[in-house]
């Protein structure tokens, strides 16, 4: 629940562009609820220690879209540091396990990105990789594993090489994406050849956040124009994650994003990669003091192709349903484990 508190304030912030560069603005939190649509009732609720969740305009037909807002008993600072870690990887499901990636990261760093003894399955998917849903690749992508397939009819073998070429394949594209941020994002490549961009609703997603471009003009540039950094003061750091999705597993590449002007945070967690499932997921969120610790005003955008199509309105209000309920829980642990500390 904590990630996707963090990934909602990173996606409120990533969707406002700027022209000129200003501070960090102080925000209060009056203003801070004037961006989500939070009740009256609703923001007492959050304030005597409720988390309560809101729909949220989405900007695509692939986009699910939730808001939340929760107080938790430590600092922005505490909360901070523990987003930039990645403390939400320690929670034992749906992460099985994850990485932290240099700016200079190799092959080295993705060497732990295995598949279990029981998920022979899934490999064969990727040994028979080929345009469609049921794997996220571009068309040389998938060329390198059905070379794979061809040189290697021995099983044991087969394994070993498919998770060399995911781990040239994560890396190719955590490179990419390093150099020239949204743009450099490779398009999957899905039925009859038709390409998709996840780079282009990530720009949507950003530029729907007009709380990000009213209170935090630098940082909502930098999240959209990422690699160019506005602000010296902005922390970053990037994973890779393997993580249980649809009951398959998925391995993930997250940028996050922190800045701060002394007393607020505002934070930007993306997934700018997903192997199956879904195609990525922008998280913005603030975290603002009060005197019970800190306010947590979140968004969470996740891309699927899964809710597109026939029946689509049914498939938004089950999916964003099982998006709020996930998160909730996430956010309920990680609020447990903080108390427990």
Same mark, same amino acid.
Request: aromatic share 12%.
């Given at each position: 629940?904590?990630?996707?508190?963090?990934?909602?304030?990173?996606?409120?912030?990533?969707?406002?562009? #700027?022209?000129? &560069?200003?501070?960090?603005?102080?925000?209060?939190? +009056?203003?801070?609820?004037?961006?989500?649509?939070?009740?009256?009732?609703? &923001?007492?609720?959050?304030?005597?220690?409720?988390?309560?969740?809101?729909?949220?305009?989405?900007?695509?037909?692939?986009?699910?879209?939730?808001?939340?807002?929760?107080?938790?008993?430590?600092?922005?600072?505490?909360?901070?540091?523990?987003?930039?870690?990645?403390?939400?990887? +320690?929670?034992?499901?749906?992460?099985?396990?994850?990485?932290?990636?240099?700016?200079?990261?190799?092959?080295?760093?993705?060497?732990?990105?295995?598949?279990?003894?029981?998920?022979? +399955?899934?490999? *064969?998917?990727?040994?028979?990789?080929? $345009?469609?849903?049921?794997?996220?690749?571009?068309?040389?992508?998938?060329?390198?594993?059905?070379?794979?397939?061809?040189?290697?009819?021995?099983?044991?073998?087969?394994?070993?090489?498919?998770?060399?070429?995911?781990?040239?394949?994560?890396?190719?594209?955590?490179?990419?994406?390093?150099?020239?941020?949204?743009?450099?994002?490779?398009?999957?490549?899905?039925?009859?050849?038709?390409?998709?961009?996840?780079?282009?609703? #990530?720009?949507?997603?950003?530029?729907?956040?007009?709380?990000?471009? &009213? #209170?935090?003009? +630098?940082?909502?540039?930098?999240?959209?124009?990422? $690699?160019?950094?506005?602000?010296?003061?902005?922390?970053?750091?990037?994973?890779?994650?393997?993580?249980?999705?649809?009951?398959?597993?998925?391995?993930?590449?997250?940028?996050?994003?922190?800045?701060?002007?002394?007393?607020?945070?505002?934070?930007?967690?993306? *997934? #700018?990669?997903?192997?199956?499932?879904?195609?990525?997921?922008?998280?913005?969120?603030?975290?603002?003091?009060?005197?019970?610790?800190?306010?947590?005003?979140?968004?969470?955008?996740?891309?699927?192709?899964?809710?597109?199509?026939?029946?689509?309105?049914?498939?938004?209000?089950?999916?964003?349903?099982?998006?709020?309920?996930?998160?909730?829980?996430?956010? *309920?642990?990680?609020? &447990?484990?903080?108390?427990?500390?």
């Amino acid at each position: 629940m904590r990630q996707s508190i963090f990934v909602l304030i990173a996606i409120l912030l990533i969707f406002f562009p #700027f022209p000129e &560069k200003t501070l960090l603005a102080a925000l209060s939190v +009056d203003q801070a609820f004037e961006q989500l649509p939070f009740s009256d009732s609703e &923001k007492k609720r959050i304030l005597k220690g409720e988390l309560v969740t809101t729909k949220i305009k989405e900007t695509s037909d692939r986009e699910l879209a939730t808001g939340m807002a929760f107080w938790i008993k430590i600092t922005p600072a505490e909360l901070n540091k523990l987003f930039l870690k990645g403390a939400y990887m +320690d929670l034992p499901e749906p992460v099985k396990m994850h990485g932290v990636l240099p700016a200079n990261a190799s092959i080295k760093d993705f060497s732990s990105a295995v598949f279990s003894a029981s998920e022979t +399955d899934e490999i *064969q998917r990727y040994l028979n990789a080929a $345009p469609g849903n049921d794997l996220n690749m571009d068309s040389t992508e998938i060329k390198a594993f059905k070379t794979i397939k061809d040189n290697n009819p021995n099983s044991a073998k087969s394994k070993t090489a498919v998770e060399e070429q995911l781990h040239a394949l994560l890396l190719k594209r955590y490179q990419a994406y390093r150099k020239g941020g949204l743009s450099s994002i490779a398009p999957y490549i899905r039925d009859n050849d038709k390409l998709y961009y996840l780079g282009k609703d #990530f720009i949507k997603a950003t530029q729907a956040a007009r709380f990000a471009r &009213k #209170f935090y003009p +630098d940082f909502y540039r930098t999240v959209l124009k990422y $690699p160019s950094i506005d602000d010296a003061d902005i922390q970053e750091r990037y994973f890779w994650i393997k993580l249980i999705s649809q009951n398959r597993p998925t391995f993930v590449l997250n940028h996050r994003i922190s800045l701060s002007d002394g007393k607020n945070y505002a934070v930007l967690s993306r *997934q #700018f990669y997903a192997s199956q499932s879904y195609n990525g997921q922008q998280e913005l969120a603030v975290f603002i003091p009060i005197e019970q610790g800190t306010l947590v005003l979140y968004v969470n955008r996740t891309n699927t192709d899964e809710v597109t199509g026939f029946g689509s309105g049914t498939k938004h209000l089950f999916g964003t349903r099982i998006l709020a309920k996930t998160l909730t829980q996430f956010f *309920q642990d990680l609020e &447990k484990r903080v108390s427990d500390r």
